[in-house]
């Protein structure tokens, strides 16, 4: 590539850390910008709420690359900045302090913020969520100080936290709308053991429950629910969800759809924009629609992917979506994506947190979870991708093997 186009990169995230990589890995020897509006380097989520948080793994573990890896590669990596505004007709990006950069190229990597509550005494002191790397740092010293946890909210972020705010001794309440954790991803079946899960680790569980305010004279105490009841604790963990940060693309005219509207090939609706990672509504020609994944392996690949396409590459982004979680000592990996499904098929092992759970629509497999049964991903690719109607019986028979029900030919 030319040395004089200039590529710039908003999100010094692991999506637009691994753009930043593969630009350079491809051979790009133009200028490289990372823009990112924390004061940290690129650093990965995931243990936020596992290890990092209950202090089992150390900072360093967290970071896409080692501290010289940017300036050993050309790669300006401005962190603590803020971009203010995109100019896509004119290629140009403003940061805060009114600089311009223009750019050949662009790739929005600006991930997802938590949702805040718009609830009464959702701003006391005492209420706490959790997206980086210092809120982790904060929320462990929290916990650690707190007579009781109340946890908002059973999906990925507050199952993950409240599992390690047990593992760290504390008394842990979560409360959710939803009849079982997870309900949503999962379902009722596959939910309820994460339900059962948290129950034998002594978590208070109030599901089926809502939240009219957070109650507190000067600070966070506890939660009332709708019922007019006070569930007590001196620290509440908000983990509701997030929203993609599509502001930027909203405000430069883009056009979104639950985040930013991008093709297979990652780009979006204006000339030389791409988007990637939590923030990127993707289209996926196997599932025929749009979908947007917040987690770690789509913002691992994603970035990859679109710095290919920044170079003109046309590499059209294919990979199932995989995400994985680990709770107290139950872990698990997803493959595919479900949406909706007509049925549930579970492959049992040798215990009743060791299992392969199926989700199938019209007998075809959109989805599969191996839980604490490892080295099956293969199998669960491939009949995702697959696509044939499968036989219920014999794929919850653990004596047949996954290779019998499909071709493993094609591998994500």
């Known amino acids: ?86 100019d896509a007709g004119a290629h140009e990006v403003t940061l805060e302090d009114g600089r311009r950069m223009p750019y050949s190229r662009l790739l929005l990597s600006t991930g997802a913020a938590p949702r805040r509550l718009p609830l009464p005494g959702a701003d006391l002191p005492g209420v706490r969520y959790l997206r980086q790397m210092g809120e982790s740092d904060a929320l462990r010293a929290a916990i650690t100080a707190a007579s009781r946890v109340v946890v908002i909210g059973a999906g990925w972020i507050g199952s993950e936290v409240a599992a390690s705010a047990r593992q760290l001794g504390a008394e842990v309440a979560i409360v959710a709308p939803e009849d079982v954790p997870l309900v949503r991803v999962l379902g009722p079946e596959v939910g309820g053991v994460y339900r059962d899960l948290h129950a034998e680790h002594g978590v208070d569980l109030h599901l089926s429950t809502q939240i009219e305010a957070i109650v507190g004279n ?117 493959n595919g994506y479900a949406a909706d499904w007509d049925r549930v098929v579970l492959r049992s092992g040798t215990s009743v947190r060791e299992f392969i759970a199926f989700w199938l629509k019209d007998g075809r497999v959109l989805a599969g979870m191996n839980a604490n049964v490892w080295d099956q991903s293969d199998g669960i690719k491939a009949l995702v991708r697959g696509g044939a109607v499968v036989d219920a019986d014999r794929l919850a028979d653990p004596s047949v093997p996954l290779t019998d029900l499909t071709d493993l030919t094609n591998l994500a």
Do not use: C
Not at 235 to 249: H, I, K, Q, T, Y
Not at 319 to 328: A, G, H
């Open 218 to 334: 000067g600070a966070a105490q506890g939660v009332r629910t709708t019922d007019g009841s006070v569930i007590e604790g001196d620290l509440v963990v908000v983990g509701v969800g997030v929203s993609p940060r599509d502001e930027l693309a909203r405000d430069a005219g883009l056009t979104l759809e639950n985040g930013i509207v991008v093709d297979e090939f990652l780009r979006t609706s204006a000339p030389d924009v791409f988007a990637a990672g939590d923030v990127a509504a993707t289209w996926n020609p196997m599932y025929n629609r749009r979908i947007r994944m917040e987690h770690w392996a789509n913002a691992l690949n994603q970035g990859q992917t679109a710095a290919r396409n920044m170079l003109g590459q046309d590499t059209a982004y294919t990979k199932l979506p995989y995400f994985y979680s680990d709770q107290y000592d139950f872990g698990m990996e997803y």
């Open 1 to 86: 590539m030319a040395s004089e186009q200039t590529f710039v990169i908003v999100g010094a995230s692991l999506a637009g850390a691994k753009a930043a990589e593969t630009l350079r890995t491809e051979g790009f020897d133009g200028r490289v910008v990372l823009i990112g509006e924390e004061t940290e380097r690129p650093y990965e989520r995931p243990m936020l709420s596992k290890e990092y948080l209950r202090g089992d793994k150390p900072a360093a573990k967290l970071y896409v690359h080692d501290e010289g890896f940017y300036a050993d590669n050309d790669i300006e990596l401005l962190t603590g900045t803020h971009v203010a505004s995109v």
